[in-house]
């Protein structure tokens, strides 16, 4: 009996932790840096999946310094779903900046990603196949960022163009993460 009650109490404590989504839109949303993130691909939201594996989300915010530069990457994958389960990939860089000069009101443009702040996109790729460029390009709005405890959020948007000319419109981005 009291396996069971225990089985039962584990099972309540794992589905009552859903992170709740971001929902910049909504005058009464509250930035915890438990939103995560989310899109649209050509219309299609993604967003990002729970791994049982103990990694937890499948996002991540972070600022590393690389090459002698600093840079903040927001990168997610969403899985897909049945009966496909196609993957899809964002990857977000932001190049020469650090968490103390990140301000609330702060754009971004996102275009070439050679030296510059770029936005990219895969589907079912080991490599980014779709990228921003000099004339598919976009933006990342910074919205909230609580320094004290490494939160920011804001919302993005952008064109990425393929090899052979072939646009995937990113929009209705949004995220609330911690760093």
Excluded at 18 to 24: A, L, N, P, R
Excluded at 156 to 162: G, K
Aim: aromatic share 12%; hydrophobic share 30%.
């Amino acid at each position: 009996m009291k396996l069971k009650i225990i089985l039962i109490l584990c099972l309540i404590g794992l589905t009552s932790c859903e992170v709740s989504s971001v929902d910049t839109d909504d005058p009464n949303y509250v930035f915890d840096g438990r939103g995560g993130i989310k899109c649209k691909a050509n219309g299609e939201l993604l967003t990002s999946d729970y791994s049982f594996g103990g990694t937890g989300y499948s996002e991540e915010l972070q600022f590393v310094p690389w090459n002698n530069e600093n840079y903040m990457s927001i990168y997610f994958r969403d899985k897909g779903h049945s009966p496909d389960y196609i993957s899809q990939w964002i990857n977000i860089e932001i190049v020469d900046v650090i968490p103390e000069t990140v301000q609330v009101g702060n754009i971004y443009s996102l275009e070439s990603e050679l030296d510059s702040n770029s936005g990219k996109y895969r589907i079912n790729s080991p490599d980014y196949n779709y990228s921003t460029d000099d004339q598919n390009t976009g933006e990342l709005k910074i919205l909230y960022h609580d320094l004290e405890n490494r939160i920011l959020g804001g919302t993005f948007e952008y064109d990425a163009i393929d090899e052979n000319g072939v646009i995937v419109e990113i929009r209705e981005g949004e995220f609330d993460m911690k760093y």
